[in-house]
């Protein structure tokens, strides 16, 4: 058993916020509540593995992987043959409580899309998004940067400010 | 990029963040304890309960109660504590605490004279000490005992002053009456809760006037 490991309900009331904010910008703000629930479910499972390790940094890790398995559980579903293969799977359910910038965002590949996620959602520091992703503090500023890119060349974000 | 387009899409990306706000966050977290009882990972549960005397604690595992918190505690460092000797999956979760606010508040209310509750004596440590507490609920509401009688019926007539020290660290206050044991000569001796809290206790009962 784990030694100086907080009461569980502390590290969940310290990681809520930014771990919600991260999952709607991930899944959307439908699917955010399940993912968020699952997420915390695992994290209490593996609790006593946190020792030593950034607690944000591993809540996020869990985070992502449940909303990696969100994505492959959604296209798992099927999906009319004539779609096309290149357009990112928008989903018609989360459109509508957040811009379309953040749209954008989920189109990204995945680990950009999670490093800006992390980054501007839940207000993560590099290192902690290092951590999170199990890269260089280097290669997880290269992900955000990466990310903006890409978005600025699609156009993203132009019209959004208000 | 300029870095001029770089900071108007950070702004942008962070103006229009689809963020959580405070209540949703709570609400979302408050439905984690529900979940992780059904799912089997949840070791302790705990819930507060507002009596005469004060905001209490509750706290119980699977085998029952674990850890009261009496009033003048804080809440905080009592969950803490249960983190730390019993298991760090502790969350809020009132309802699995329900059987045992009840009984309390029955005390509170004068339609409870000894609790019927299962027991989880983990938080106590030792021997004497178990032996001790196990042993108080013999004590009957309206009646002491004092601290040597109780080494005495633990099993160590002459370890009053240990007895003392079990007394002291009861975890299950109340429902385990360490306040029915009070000094030889009338004086009532210390309690966790404070001596007011104590005095208050044994005149509900009966015992003072």
Partial sequence: ?162 | MTDRDLKTLEEALRQSAPLADDDEAVGAAAAVAGRADDAGVLDVAYGTLDTPLGKMLVATTGRGLVRIGLPNADVDQVIERVAREVSPRVLELPRRTDVARREIEEYFGGRRKEFDLPIDWSMVHGDFARRLLRGLPRVRYGETISYSEAARRAGSPRAHRAAGNALASNPLAIVVPCHRVIRSGGDLGGYGGGPDMKEELLRMEGFLD
């Fill in chain 1, 1 to 162: 058993m784990a030694k100086t490991l907080p009461p569980f309900q502390s590290f969940l009331d310290e990681h809520r916020g930014p771990v919600l904010s991260f999952l709607r910008s991930m899944v959307g703000p439908d699917d955010a509540d399940d993912c968020f629930q699952e997420t915390f479910i695992a994290a209490m499972r593996a609790y006593d593995r946190l020792d030593g390790q950034h607690p944000r940094a591993w809540v996020m890790t869990i985070a992502r992987r449940k909303a990696i398995d969100h994505h492959r559980a959604r296209k798992r579903r099927p999906v009319p043959s004539d779609k096309l293969p290149e357009q990112p799977t928008h989903d018609r359910t989360i459109a509508d409580r957040d811009s379309g910038l953040w749209d954008s965002v989920r189109a990204l590949p995945p680990k950009q899309r999670a490093a800006v996620s992390m980054r501007y959602a839940a207000d993560l520091g590099y290192a902690e998004i290092a951590a999170a992703l199990d890269c260089s503090e280097d290669a997880a500023r290269r992900s955000v940067h990466e990310g903006l890119k890409r978005l600025r060349s699609e156009g993203a974000g132009e019209e959004a400010r208000t």
